[in-house]
């Protein structure tokens, strides 16, 4: 185990409904496959996210139930706690924003920001519905972009040219609700003072190194027009505001991007707290040498490296302003923002209310886990969007997971097994023997610097590439013709085994999952790739009752490197490690879409 501490914050996904696989290929995927390569090179890794469960869209969703908003965040976390977990998302925490403890650290960088003077109460213009007479959220209301003019700009952002919008800019705003026109009142509320943060968010930008140009470009020209952001909103579901005349009232609670993003930090301390040292955490958040990598789809760019990197600066003191640190101490900022761009279905968006989707619960009902997380890693959308179509995901699993690596597998332990029963001794190696083993024992250094770098799609072919130099090998000295020369046969059965460990080895961060399979059907035993659990836990301030993802993820045998393979270890006749899929299976997907199934 090393010394070097790695954050891996995962986006929260929102309990508003459950997760198709378009919200995974942003942040679940590529998060796991990035901590799986870092425990097995020994880094000391901390993964937490949770379910982001404040803000409008569950309140609309409970009034159109009769239910009260905990009720359907209470449902939908525990739908997507067992889909993450089905994923092989190695979570040490999965928790939520409702928990007391979330509660007291987003108000506590709310304090922190107030006392540095970043955060300042202003009399501003704030949208009603008339029918109603409910706030209506930034987000829920649409219109015309007064600066790029595209139609089907939001209230808060628009999409379409990337500036931050205030509801009352937009040409005929529209609620998406009911679609009337909101009426604009005054309100008073706190806003962070985002202009402050200019050049200390320019000088931290600069310092990057590394990162996705497209998202580094972003970022830089989200500078160029700063403007104060309500840190408050009228609404009854959320983090209460932690001040006098505030704190009681039924209708402020605090913005809920500005409370989700607070929660890298509450779930880092939730999981000390569960560890049985209250400190742990600052490892991770206040040494130095510690990094922090924020994973994401691209529409939240702006609130990973904007909004909370201010909310950093600010609760340190580091703006324009000055400031000291709060209670907490000073907390690092993150060192790169990792964020991919989206995944279409078909050649269309994905949309929950139009059916254009499949959840991750249904995919992983009809299909492994392993298959859509190598489709993620190996077709996703890591540097541009993506299209996911039914047929490349069939040739994918059936051409290079069936036909290629599980192939490899398969056949070199069955042959393996049934002329030895064990891994067998080698003789002299060839010229073509030792190019084999130095080209996968050499692929890991290549291959974990693309990981470490987040270029996976480049690893996994990578990866890939060997598995097939493996396969070549196999055809090209064909042992199943060396009968009569038992100890050449055993020699590259041997070399040929010794190849599909290290491809085990290299393929384990994007396959968990057959990646334990292929460790036991060499011989192994004990656990090679640790599976996240889900416990069942109470509130360790109020008591109620709440699943989390956890795992015991140091207690594995993976390591980044090449582990000889012991003559003599025991082999038995394998099993397939991936299913072949029929085609049949994209006419049959493509009538469950049109049907909205």
């Not at 490197?561 to 394998?574: F, H, K, Q, V």
Request: glycine fraction near 8%; proline fraction near 7%; aromatic fraction near 10%.
């Amino acid at each position: 185990m090393s010394d070097r501490h790695i954050l891996t914050a995962v986006a929260w996904p929102y309990a508003n409904g459950p997760r198709h696989i378009g919200h995974v290929s942003g942040f679940g995927v590529p998060s796991d496959v990035f901590s799986r390569y870092h425990r097995m090179v020994g880094d000391r890794v901390l993964m937490v996210s949770g379910t982001d469960e404040h803000g409008t869209p569950i309140t609309v969703a409970a009034d159109a139930e009769g239910v009260i908003p905990r009720e359907i965040a209470d449902r939908n976390n525990r739908v997507i706690v067992g889909d993450l977990q089905s994923l092989g998302l190695s979570y040490d925490l999965f928790t939520r924003t409702t928990t007391v403890n979330h509660a007291q650290i987003a108000q506590e960088i709310f304090l922190g920001l107030l006392k540095n003077g970043y955060v300042f109460p202003k009399t501003t213009l704030g949208a009603i519905s008339p029918s109603t007479g409910r706030t209506l959220p930034d987000r829920y209301i649409e219109g015309t972009c007064p600066i790029c003019g595209y139609d089907g700009a939001r209230g808060d952002q628009c999409d379409n040219c990337g500036n931050q919008l205030d509801p009352v800019d937009l040409i005929n705003p529209k609620s998406r609700i009911n679609g009337e026109t909101p009426k604009f009142v005054e309100e008073e509320h706190y806003f962070l003072d985002l202009p402050a943060f200019t050049r200390a968010l320019g000088d931290w930008l600069d310092s990057r190194r590394g990162w996705r140009p497209n998202v580094l470009n972003f970022a830089k020209n989200l500078l160029t027009d700063l403007k104060p952001r309500s840190y408050t909103r009228d609404i009854d579901w959320g983090v209460p505001v932690p001040l006098e005349g505030w704190r009681d009232r039924p209708d402020k609670r605090i913005y809920v991007w500005f409370d989700a993003v607070v929660g890298y930090l509450s779930a880092s301390i939730e999981w000390a707290r569960r560890s049985g040292d209250d400190d742990a955490w600052r490892q991770w958040w206040q040494t130095p040498d510690s990094d922090a990598y924020y994973f994401m789809g691209k529409d939240n760019i702006v609130f990973h490296a904007e909004i909370w990197p201010a909310q950093l600066l600010g609760y340190d003191g580091e703006g324009d302003k000055g400031g000291t640190p709060g209670s907490l101490g000073r907390l690092n900022l993150p060192t790169e923002v990792v964020s991919s761009e989206f995944l279409t279905m078909e050649g269309r968006k994905f949309s929950s209310s139009r059916q254009v989707v499949i959840y991750v619960r249904d995919f992983l009902a009809r299909y492994d886990a392993d298959a859509l997380r190598y489709f993620i890693a190996a077709a996703g959308p890591e540097s541009q969007d993506t299209d996911f179509t039914w047929a490349e995901f069939l040739r994918r699993n059936n051409d290079e997971l069936v036909a290629g690596w599980g192939n490899l597998v398969n056949r070199t332990v069955s042959m393996a097994a049934k002329n030895v029963g064990a891994v067998p001794t080698p003789g002299e190696l060839t010229d073509a023997d030792r190019a084999l083993l130095s080209a996968t024992q050499g692929a890991f250094g290549p291959v974990g610097e693309l990981l470490s770098r987040n270029r996976q799609k480049a690893a996994a072919t990578e990866a890939m590439r060997v598995v097939g130099e493996a396969n070549k090998y196999l055809s090209d000295q064909a042992p199943w013709k060396l009968k009569e020369d038992p100890a050449r046969r055993d020699t590259v059965l041997h070399t040929a085994l010794q190849a599909v460990s290290d491809c085990n080895a290299l393929l384990t961060p994007f396959l968990p999952h057959s990646a334990q399979k292929v460790h036991e059907l060499l011989g192994g035993t004990g656990v090679w790739s640790p599976a996240p659990r889900v416990e069942e836990v109470t509130d360790l301030d109020d008591g109620s009752p709440y699943p989390i993802i956890t795992g015991d993820y140091d207690e594995g045998q993976a390591v980044w490197a090449s582990r000889p393979l012991p003559p003599g270890t025991p082999l038995s006749p394998p099993t397939p490690v991936f299913k072949k899929l029929d085609e049949s299976i994209v006419a049959e997907e493509l009538a469950r879409l049109e049907d909205g199934q």
